[in-house]
């Protein structure tokens, strides 16, 4: 039997991204967001209240970043999700994090983290407070990628939020193979 829980914000799993951007002055920006995808092939789409910092700074630069939240930076990312720039100007530097200019947009890589997209804002709705960029770049450490030159998911060890107890969890075990599994069925 399954139990009803009506309309909720529920869903697995549940990316963290961190959003990197610019304040006017030119200072580096983060924030936690896990509200987020892809919305097609070059494109990432994110909720962001319209009240942050961010907001505003990907407004004024047309430029964001999204840093793949990880197993080692579950504290750096967790803080720039719970505290803001407006209250503590200096939070960059208190989680830990070195900034530097991507290469691609306008706006801050952390070295920290070792998968980033680089995105060139498309529109942001203030209705929906939905954000869309289009991917430019995707960098990624070297340490992450496997045997065929590209990103390994196992050494990535990306987090993802538990909206219903509210922690982070590691993704697991392969159990599968996408676009080849199904085929089993065809008898």
Not at 113 to 125: A, F, G, I
């Amino acid at each position: 039997m399954k139990k009803n829980f009506g309309a909720e914000t529920w869903l697995y799993p549940m990316p963290v991204f961190i959003i990197g951007t610019y304040n006017e002055d030119g200072t580096p920006n983060a924030m936690n967001a896990a509200w987020g995808g892809t919305a097609n092939s070059n494109k990432i789409a994110i909720c962001v209240d319209r009240n942050h910092k961010t907001t505003e700074n990907f407004l004024n630069r047309k430029a964001f970043t999204v840093a793949i939240a990880d197993e080692t930076n579950v504290i750096p990312s967790d803080y720039v999700g719970i505290v803001s720039c407006f209250d503590v100007p200096d939070k960059i530097s208190r989680a830990g994090l070195t900034p530097v200019k991507s290469e691609f947009v306008d706006a801050p890589v952390f070295e920290e983290y070792r998968m980033t997209l680089e995105c060139q804002m498309v529109s942001y709705d203030h209705d929906s407070e939905l954000l869309i960029g289009e991917i430019v770049n995707v960098s990624a450490d070297e340490c992450v990628l496997g045997e065929d030159g590209l990103i390994d998911i196992m050494k990535l060890k990306p987090i993802s939020y538990d909206p219903v107890h509210h922690g982070y969890h590691i993704m697991g075990d392969k159990v599968g193979t996408a676009f080849s599994d199904g085929k089993k069925l065809d008898l």
